[in-house]
């Protein structure tokens, strides 16, 4: 999982942020399943008493908010909370492409840098199965050399296309 979610910059904590600075539980809801609603709408209640003890306290007080509201999304997901995230970090194109993609009502750009992506991989994963084939005769370790990069490929290509077909399972969120 690239760093996002779990990012101080990321959507869950930009959400949180908002819903402390106006006072809204709402706002970051969304982003949370049903089944850890209780548990962040208390951490809520109690940061927002804390954040009237002074500035130290706010801070930390916000900050716990964060890593719960960020650990109850994560366990919505399936996965483990490891830590709130620094902001900044490098998620690579397809995130940031994803979410203009959801901003201006058009995919192509997404489109675009998936497709480049996935027709780079063949490009390399087959030429060094082709490059490998031309020795595949010279023994046995060039052979299995061979064999494991078509292989390889053929798998990659085969989850790469099972991913590409999967049906999410709504309410889960996957990320």
Not at 127 to 152: F, N, P
Request: net charge negative; glycine share 8%; aromatic share 6%.
């Amino acid at each position: 999982m690239p760093p996002h979610c779990d990012s101080l910059d990321g959507p869950v904590v930009t959400a949180a942020r908002k819903a402390l600075e106006e006072r809204d539980i709402d706002q970051v809801l969304p982003y949370l399943p049903e089944e850890g609603e209780r548990e962040v709408r208390e951490a809520f209640e109690l940061t927002a008493k804390a954040r009237t003890l002074g500035q130290e306290a706010q801070e930390v007080a916000d900050r716990w908010f964060f890593e719960t509201v960020v650990r109850v999304h994560r366990s919505g997901e399936g996965a483990p909370f490891t830590g709130l995230k620094p902001a900044g970090l490098n998620v690579g194109p397809v995130i940031p492409a994803a979410e203009r993609a959801l901003d201006a009502d058009s995919a192509d750009e997404l489109t675009g840098i998936l497709c480049g992506i996935v027709r780079e991989q063949v490009e390399e994963r087959h030429g060094r199965a082709m490059a490998l084939k031309e020795h595949a005769t010279e023994g046995v370790a060039a052979a299995r050399a061979y064999v494991e990069a078509s292989l390889g490929l053929q798998v990659w290509a085969h989850h790469l296309y099972k991913q590409a077909i999967a049906v999410p399972d709504p309410p889960t969120r996957r990320s």
